[in-house]
């Protein structure tokens, strides 16, 4: 099956996506397959501006709302020129926008393009108006040290999952940062799914899968569905 079906979107769908990872590219994989429709690509946070043939940029606070919905991908947000990232809109605008498109992809978190996060008290920024909350990690997380060159948010992240700075990240560390009170699914609203990314050979595969199912035996009660696989293959496979 393909994205679209493993996260049962309809029409009015508002997705969040957090987590480190993978979350920009999993966010233009599922736009392009929803150009048929009137999509809304945004941030709560902040974005790079998405890099797909044909999208429609509105970069300031006019533009967005003067741009008419049509069918395909439009992405918006106020352009900060120094970053080169679009930064959040007000989330009360996001809301007046979202009726009047079919499906709306909000990136929700962010975390340097660091494998591992700790999370502030407000964050990720998830509105309480989004449908889905899509959590995105990635395999590749196991077995790197705990530095500030690995993790978003050290301090955090260290009291978070209880490893020691230098420490090395396991299984165990993963599930502390997915599954605690305050880790990657705090503040969420809606239907929770957890994407297990970068799982692109037999090794990773195992060891994507393996962690799974002590989330789905540990967890089970907290997500809708679990999945790994690859967004750059475009390849997943469900944890039942």
Known sequence: MTLINYLDINEGSVIAFIG?????????????????????????????????EGITLCQTLQQCREHEPQTGIQCMGLLNAASGKLESLPLSVIEELIPHYDITLLESDGSRGLPCKGWLQNEPVIPSYCTHIVGVLTINALGKTATETTV?????????????????????TLEAMVCTPDGMFKNSAGRCYLFVNQAEDDTAAYAARSFLYTIKEKHHYRFEKLLYGSVHLDTWQEVQ
């Open 20 to 52: 480190c990872g993978g979350k920009t590219s999993l966010i233009k994989l599922l736009a392009d397959k929803l150009r048929d429709k009137k999509v809304l690509v945004s941030t709560t946070t902040k974005i790079f501006p998405l890099n797909i």
């Open 152 to 172: 978003h948010r050290l301090p955090e992240f260290l009291a978070l999952t209880g490893l020691k700075e230098g420490g090395i990240i396991t299984a165990s």
